[in-house]
């Protein structure tokens, strides 16, 4: 990570939680001296001091240390408004309802921006008794695979994980209006509606 916390930061944060210096200072064991030297760019705050900061002032660790803080405004919690993560690393996948911060293997991911399925890509649906088969003609090699394929509605998620050299067919039970949504390791997230 190549962010430090700033001074502007700590002031901005401190200031909407309508804390003093003083009071910061108390919550997080310096003086109001250190806070002040931190706001004015004089002095940076110890790294054990990261962790007690961050909870006095109501943010995470990785929000202070960026400056980027994340408003959740998602009361909803309409799992439609969904956006998805991958990393580029190790693979993880990671699905959150609303606006967050998520690093993985030391890296801010940024959420992926989906795209109407191609032909290359499309979802085929085929009815089995009370349940849906999907496909995707798709190849499965080591280096190019699709890698899941989730079917969202407004209160329920499907997920199904893939693997290369596996096949990208599964059964799902589809129960109401949605988007299939599917990630290719080189072209995307991809959506289809329902």
């Not at 004015?40 to 900061?53: F, N, Q, R, S, W």
């Not at 499309?122 to 989730?150: C, G, P």
Request: proline share 3%.
């Amino acid at each position: 990570m190549n962010n430090y916390i700033t001074g502007a930061t700590v002031k901005r944060l401190r200031e909407e939680k309508g804390l003093t210096q003083a009071q910061l200072a108390d919550k997080i064991g310096v003086s109001a001296k250190a806070v002040s030297k931190w706001e004015t760019a004089k002095g940076l705050p110890d790294i054990t001091l990261i962790e007690p900061l961050s909870q006095a002032l109501g943010v995470s660790v990785l929000e202070l240390m960026s400056g980027d803080t994340v408003i959740n405004q998602n009361v909803s919690a309409n799992i439609l408004r969904s956006k998805f993560y991958v990393c580029p690393v190790c693979g993880n996948i990671i699905r959150t309802t609303g606006d967050t911060v998520i690093s993985c293997c030391g890296i801010t991911l940024p959420p992926l921006e989906a795209e109407e399925t191609d032909a290359a890509h499309e979802i085929k649906l085929e009815k089995v008794e009370d349940e849906y088969y999907l496909t995707v003609n798709h190849e499965m090699t080591k280096t190019h695979f699709i890698s899941f394929v989730a079917h969202l509605t407004s209160d329920k998620v499907n997920f199904v994980k893939f693997y290369p050299e596996g096949n990208a067919e599964t059964r799902m039970q589809l129960r109401g209006k949605g988007w299939l949504y599917l990630y290719c390791n080189k072209h995307g997230l991809m959506k289809q509606k329902i």
